[in-house]
């Protein structure tokens, strides 16, 4: 494993060996970006494997399982978002949950961005 500084302290990047990080970084890319492209990439592959589910759901008219399956969502992100600002989580946790945060935001534009083109050009 290549252990590679962030720049910020003392926190660490743990790569595989096969994975060349100093080839990167002669572009300029930050490890926290790689992070990014990962949460992204885990993001678009949980996006395609529950569309289908959720339209399942949609066509069998099981509103109260989305219901459920929305709230406890919603439960899960408000006691992130709480621990997170009540200082209880530990400073990767609190970068990490940053992270996957913006990627959503990130992501939930991308998905706004290609339907809207979607239905401008039909």
Known sequence: MQDIKTGK?????NFPDWFHYSQLMALGIKPEYIYYLL????????????H??????????????LSYLL??????????????????????L??????????LAGFGVALILFYGVRRLVK
């Open 94 to 103: 609190r970068s990490l949950l940053g992270i996957t945060l913006e990627t």
């Open 9 to 13: 302290g003392e926190k660490r990047i």
């Open 52 to 65: 289908p589910l959720i339209q399942w759901f949609v066509a069998k008219s099981s509103t109260k399982l």
């Open 71 to 92: 709230s406890s969502l919603l439960l899960l992100t408000t006691g992130l978002l709480a621990a997170a600002l009540s200082g209880t989580f530990s400073a990767s």
């Open 39 to 50: 949460v992204f990439l885990g993001m678009v592959l949980l996006y395609l494997l529950i």
